[in-house]
Structure formats: C-alpha cells, structure tokens
Nanobody, 115 residues
C-alpha cells in the first residue's frame, strides 16, 4: 500500500554533507514510523535513524551529532541530512516505514564517502 522512492545518494568527500530524501505514496501523518537503514558491502543492514508520527527521533551511536532525520509534510517525505561524512558511512541507504502493521522498503540509494 506504500510506495517509497529514495533520492539524493552519490559520491562525496570525507567531511562533506549529503541530504537523502524518501518520498512516500501515503500522507506522512498517516504513517506511524519512518526510518533510514544502511548496509555496507559485506555487512548487515543497520538502523541509522528513526522518527515517529509524534516527531520523536533516535539515532545510531555512530551518527549521533552528525545526522538528522526529519519529515517534509508538503512533499510527503522523510529526509536524512548527513554532515561530517566519514568513509565508514559508505553503503546503500534504505527508507523504511511501518503502515497498518506492515513493513515497507524503498529500493535503496548508494552513498559513497571517499577518504
């Protein structure tokens, strides 16, 4: 029932910034939970940041103070602002939502941080 399209990935130098966006086919206020995950090559997918319909946020320890998750109501999107990027941030970033007790995933967008 929910289609997710990620955008904003690319190649950036260490210390740089990047903004990811995930556009949803449902109105943001109707989705209780939205999150960003990432998966490095040969590694497990890990939770990076999450936000609830109340605006409550949480972050992985490795990105606290550098990343910020937010909602863009006008665009029905959830964004991930990434600052002070490090090579270890490299991976495929996936948008995730929970709607009516079902999990939905975007196709992923590649983020590569060069040293």
């Amino acid at each position: 029932q929910v289609q997710l399209v990620e955008s904003g990935g690319g190649l950036v130098q260490a210390g740089g910034s990047l903004r990811l966006s995930c556009a949803a086919s449902k109105r943001i206020y109707s989705i209780n939970y939205m999150a960003w995950y990432r998966q490095g090559q040969g590694e497990q997918r890990e939770l990076v940041a999450q936000i609830t319909s109340t605006g409550s946020t949480d972050y992985a320890d490795s990105v606290k103070g550098r990343f910020a998750i937010s909602r863009d109501i006008a665009k029905n999107a959830v964004n991930l602002e990434m600052n002070s990027l490090k090579p270890e941030d490299t991976g495929v970033y996936y948008c995730n939502v929970i709607y009516v007790s079902r999990t939905y995933w975007g196709q992923g967008t590649q983020v590569t941080v060069s040293s």
